[in-house]
């Protein structure tokens, strides 16, 4: 694909250790678009491998307001269904820019493996020394082990390696809306994390048209989300009022994806004074809120003031706030984040019905932005974010054509 | 068949990472018979076989301890014997006689210089490399980055990252700085670095015996600057081809499979030490009389990067020594991780940094000459863009 995407796509055998570079055709970009659509797709082709498919929309990692997501696309073990959930922050531009633009993962590895991506090389490293390791210090070791702070990882903690349903796929050190049990997959896979650094380009079809389009979207788009920012954005979220007024004593700052306009996601600190904006020699001041319905689940079940620090918790477990907070019974902090370490050792989620994450509200508009590649949260926040819009766009972007229906699952 | 220019590019001790400005800026001017000399090769008589030697810029101090006063005689009787010098920035000071007792350098050409002084105009900023004492004095660099320079006609743009304004009669004079633009970084007061610099020679051509001098500030072959560039090419095409180039080298010749483990193995390696070189964060090495940034080691890297990956398309390539290559890009990761892991305890770096850069420049020098021998050989179809053999 010549526009808007990498030249191949990566397909990782675990079993064998092998990966195979596989042209990404013009015509099935064209049929599929990208995101959960393109990944749903490589999904069925290579079903009998028991697939994860890490995928980026058309618009990842591109100028489009919003345009930081990556999805992950398999057969839920909590669902049943083949589901879809999002990675954000900069994960999803990440894998982009390594060279691959979706990445199969099939069968399972013999020994913990994590798998490292940068400049179209896949690297199959051992993960034997991160296996039982919990996400933060997993993370820690391989960006320290591969030398950049910057090295966007997907991974999971000690759920996730016993392949409990209430696991997830943690981004970086903050849970990110996987609310289908992934991690468990990625633990019955012996896959404790993938790597992804990447410093590639991508060429637009009429990239003067394209940014002149995308330019007077963001403006449309700014002006649609005018004011909002932080608990301001997330009404969505029901976060109680006792929570808020929680929150409001622990609030450090907001902040936004890559690319996003939305600054929804905050950072609470309970370790060192909210008020301090100088970096201090406090390693783990606080937690990042990027996941706010699985904040508010916990404010639900333990003490408004300890519900950041049972998250924190369950992010270093790589658990599934929003599956584990209505199976805790304590309410202190101590004895719940306890109860969380039982739960990543052996917990099951509640089976739900859904096929995309139920982390932003459900609406054409988030079909759309998982297709494209743009925040849900945005998508929801502002209309301008539709079909029609991005097909649009998709087309100037492309040199193909496509319509609103592309965009539609 | 018509001869075609030969020319030596040095890329030995003391050269500094722009000679791949003149690699991609030749390369992009379609002269495709560039080779690479360091002062081993000057030394074995090499000079012999180019029409034009070019010693880019770098640390001179440093040039001329390698080249050694053999070395540095040898360089003279090439231009006397009718041989075409061009010397840039570091080049350029290692050819001039610009104070009363010099450096024992080349010293081919009487023309002071205007940014020497015993008693320098104070920095205003990048104190760590504005100043390198010279004898009794100083140089010192008014200006970095982009300015004008005029040729008498034409005005154009040109980067300057440590050249001399020289002062050279008119009969000498290429080009003169004319004027600074909004990317000029001053480095001392802006009116006394006009007074330093503006209306003084910033190129000038010196026959020398049978040869010529051409000694520039500005760095003209910058790939981003094309008027500048083609000023250089405007040189170059004066220069008669009389020279039959270095003997052929003995080559491994990869081909299919085998080519791209080759390439892939050398991916996975620059890749990493990208990733790497990324992650350091404002270090600086003093290395001779040259301060060198940790951007520099990056912009390396991206272009090995970039050329491995042009490589990756080719079905065939002639390499000289292919396990000595993936051994200088294993040492290139090396190095780059040691310096990381010390640089994190606040430790010295100077060694592995001096080790990585020259990795990185036998690497690059490995791959550039296979990718000009291929070139040259003219191995693949005439499609402008298939460069796959057949």
Redesign the interface.
Known sequence: MDNMYTEYYLVVDLATGTAEEIELEEEFVQEYVGGAKLNMALYEEHKDGEPIVLGTGLFTGTLVPGSCLGVITAKSPVTGKVAHAPFSWGAGAELKLTGYSFVVIKNAAEAPTYLWL????A?FVDASALWGKNVWDAVDIIRDE??????QVLSIGKAGENKVTTAQIVNNYWGDGDRFGFGALFGAKNLKAVAM?G?GELEIDDADAFIEKTEALLGVVKKQIAGKSGFSALDFANIPAALKAAAEKQMHRVEADFNNPLPYKFFLKYREDPTTMASTKVEEPGVLVSDPIGYAALGAAVAPEDAAEVLEACFKLGLNPVAVAGKLTAKDKAGAIAELEKMAESSKADAFDAVLSPFAPASERAEAAYIAGICPVLAAAAEALNAEALAELASIGTGLDFDADAFKL | MAKSLKIGIFIGKGASYSWIWFVKTFDALDFNDIFFLDENDVLHGQLDHFDCFILPGGDPFQVAEGLGEQGLSLVRSFVERGGTYIGVCAGTYLALRFCEDPMPWLNLVDVPIRNYARTPPEAVRMQYKYLVPYRDGFVFHPVRGSLEVTTGDEVFKAPLYGGPPMVAPPEMRLLDYSGFDAKTLYLIDEHEAQRTMLGHAAGIRVPVGGGNLYLFGPHFEHPHYPRANQFLHEILCTISPLADGPPALPVTLLQGPELRRWVTSLRRDVSSSRVLANGLTDLRWKIGEKVWEDEKILYFVNELLKLLKDLTRYDVLPVCDPASLRREAQNMRMHLAEIRVLSKDGMETTRQASALIDSTKKLSKGLYESYFMFKRQHWWSNGENNRTHS
């Not at chain 1, 940068?118 to 090389?121: L, M, P, T, V, Y």
């Not at chain 1, 591969?146 to 090295?151: L, T, Y």
């Open positions: 940068h400049d179209e090389i690297d591969q030398g950049e702070d910057r090295i650094r410093m």
